[in-house]
Structures are given as C-alpha cells and as structure tokens.
C-alpha cells in the first residue's frame, strides 16, 4: 500500500497547465514516486507519456541537446503528451534548456523533479520566470503517517483520536522516534530505518553539500549540523556557534543557508511591529523533518523525556506550515527583551493568532500570551496541546493538535 500524499491533487491538477511543473525537495522525500503515479494516472486516461531520468545513462544521451529530445519525442509521442524528466539538476544549463522547449510552444507539458533544490534553483528560476509552477515535496507528515498506518480507515486526525486513542498515541510516539522519509515510514525493522536515514544523510551530504562546499570542509559541515541539532526550537546565536564550531559567523550563515535552501531546516523570524522592546534580529530554527534531528542528536528511533516538548514543537510547527501553505500567511516567533516569549505567532488575512505550544500536562502559564495581546490587542491567543480541553479559558483557546483547523481556513 502506497503512502497518500496530500499535495499529489493539486500536482495532477497541473497537468491541465502549460506551465513547467516543477517538483524539489530534500532527498528521498518521494518526489519520483510521485511523478510516476502522475504517469500512470494520465496512462490510464489514455494519454501518451515519456519519463527520462537524468540517472539512466541512455536518458543523458537523449538530453544531450534540445534536437535531440525532440527527435526522441517525435518518435515516442504521436500527438500531444506529457514529459517526465527526472534528477533534473544534473542538467548543464538547465533553465536555459527548458526555457527554449517551452518558448517554441510544443505539444508537451514537461513535468521535472530535483534533489539538491540550490543547484536546481540556481539553473532554472530566473530563465523560468512566469514559466513555471514549484511544488515543494516534504517528508510525510504527522498526518498522512497517521492514516497510512491506520489502512486509510479514517479520513482525518481527529477520526484516529477520537475512535482509537492508544493507537493515536503510539502513533505519534512512532513519528516523533524515527520522522517522516516514506522509507524509513514504511519500514517495520527498527535497524533498517537506521540504515535507511543513515544512507539519506550520507546521499545528501555526498551529493548535494558536496556541489556547495570542498571536501576538506565537510567535517566542519557535519559538526554544525549537530549543533544546530541542539539549538532546534531556539534563537541562533552566531557568536555562540561560531565559539563551538571554530567557523567563522559569516560561513556559519552560509552553511545554514544552505541547509535551508536544500529543505533540512527552516528559520524562523521575530515578529516585531511595535519593534521598542521586541526582538527583531535573531531567527530561531526547526528541523523540516524529526527523524534527520534525531539522526544529528544520535537519538534516531529513541524518545528522551527532556526533549519530548521541543520535538512536539517541532511537529506542530510543520503541520502549522502546511496548514498555512500558499495561502499568504506567515509564521513567525515573538520575544521581547524581558523575556516574554510565543512560540508562533501566524499573521494571516488581517489576523494574528499568538500560539503557545505545550507537551506537558503541567499548569499552563499564559502570561506570554496576554503580554502579545496587550501589545497586539485583536490577536488570537491559542494553546496547542496533546488533547484534551478544548473550550474557552478566559481569553485563550486550548487546542489539541488534531484539531488544527480552528484557524477556519
């Protein structure tokens, strides 16, 4: 059984577009996977396709020039139809290349994917410009590792709760332990998920990394990686990585742009409006998937109680992310220089909503979230939590993280 991808609708919904669709994301987060079920689909609509891979060889040789692929195309589409090229960043000139095939109005709707997102960016978004739309494939998340294990019984997270509590537990003790990679997700031996995450961040800092910096460099790469592991959830303080790692604060910005731009992190920054008293600098950052932190922790498949809050965090914050995607809004953190803290704060449509974020089951302390307020008096305030209360409490909703969509989206 194939794991259900919630972005797959809106891909196939493209294919209807002129526009060059165009698939990146971190390694092995199922971008081929999904271009061949879009392949198969259009097959059984009876459409006519082709699919290159930039990794086979005898696909290269038919890349060699844009004659040549049309050649190859004349022969192997008779009419109108669809071209699937796949580890297209391995291509010289990528943007140039396809900007001429778009430019001389063909028949074909061209359909590419890349790992390595800087070098693939780099070659085609200015030659693309108005010429493309970008899907970006992350990790599975929370919620469709939910309802493949569950044999797509249910429909929705909130389904899976209320039905099968314990198995939603266990469940999400399972994803915050090994992460997301469709791989390692769909994997039952606990060493062969290692093995598995093991040869993605190897791949990736072989591959991609290795395109962006020397060789010589890649220890220096691979130890901020793991620091930074430490600093997931938290401001970044350059001068304190500067004084662990030994590397310059300027190079450490540069590595971490690069860990963003191949989709293993994101930063997050302040959000200041009233700016006197705020943070308006430092950006905190979260790991985009739970499995690569555990990895550079050296906790991959293992649950540590004294982490559990902030790799509840991190989740949250991805399922945030994808709540919100495309849709305009921005997340962000607040902090104040007295130490008033929120942990996400979405501007969206003309609303703030100020969001605290709590693992435990401890009293819940919400003097951050009416200090936002004062200063922003039409926010929202929200707790998310594991479950349970989810009626008003004075002026903060408490929120369980299955039932997100009190954002009215």
């Keep these: 059984m194939k794991i259900k991808r919630k972005i797959y609708n809106q891909i196939y919904k493209h294919m209807s577009e002129k526009e060059i669709t165009m698939l990146i994301g971190p390694r092995q987060s199922g971008k081929t996977t999904i271009m061949k079920q879009v392949q198969k689909d259009l097959l059984k609509e009876k459409m006519e ?84 739309r970008i899907f970006t494939i992350y990790p599975v998340s929370f919620e469709e590792f939910a309802l493949y294990k569950c044999d797509y019984k249910y429909d929705t997270l909130k389904e899976i709760h209320n039905i099968e509590p314990e198995k939603e537990k266990l469940l999400f003790n399972e994803y915050m332990s090994y ?66 790692t030994g590397l310059s604060p300027k190079t450490i910005k540069n590595y971490i742009r690069y860990l963003e731009e191949t989709h293993i992190i994101k930063r997050i920054t302040p959000f200041s409006k ?39 965090q991190n989740i949250i914050w991805r399922m945030l992310e994808e709540l919100f995607e495309n849709k305009g809004a921005s997340i962000n953190y607040w902090r104040t220089k007295t130490h008033q803290e929120v942990d996400f704060v979405i501007d969206y449509q ?18 951050s979230l009416y200090s936002f ?17 989810t009626v008003e409490k004075e002026a903060v909703r408490v929120v369980p993280y299955y039932e997100l969509e009190v954002f009215n989206l």
Excluded: W
């Design 350 to 367: 003309n609303t703030l909503s100020a969001c605290e974020i709590k693992y435990s089951s401890k009293k819940i302390s919400t003097s």
């Design 179 to 244: 992460g997301g990679y469709p791989k390692v997700v769909i994997t039952e031996d606990k060493n062969e998920k290692y093995a598995i995450i093991n040869e993605i961040v190897q791949s990736f800092l072989h591959k991609d990394v290795l395109t962006l910096i020397k060789y010589e460099k890649l220890d220096d790469f691979q130890k901020l990686i793991k620091i930074l592991g430490t600093y997931n959830g938290s401001m970044l303080e350059y001068t304190n990585l500067s004084n662990a």
């Design 373 to 389: 307020q004062r200063k922003y008096p039409k926010s929202n305030l929200y707790i998310i939590n594991k479950g349970g209360n």
């Design 274 to 312: 009233k700016r006197i008293g705020e943070i308006t600098k430092m950006p905190t950052l979260y790991f985009i998937d739970i499995g690569f932190l555990h990895y550079s922790l050296g906790s991959f498949g293992s649950l540590q109680s004294e982490k559990e809050g902030l790799l509840f």
């Design 49 to 132: 396709t082709v699919y290159l891979n930039l990794d086979i060889e005898k696909d290269i040789e038919v890349l060699e020039s844009q004659e040549k692929l049309l050649q190859f195309l004349k022969l192997h589409i008779k009419n109108t139809g669809y071209v699937f090229i796949d580890e297209f960043q391995k291509k010289k000139n990528a943007g140039v290349f396809l900007k001429g095939l778009y430019d001389m109005d063909l028949p074909y709707k061209f359909i590419i994917s890349g790992s390595g997102s800087i070098e693939l960016k780099e070659k085609t978004y200015e030659s693309l410009a108005g010429r493309k």
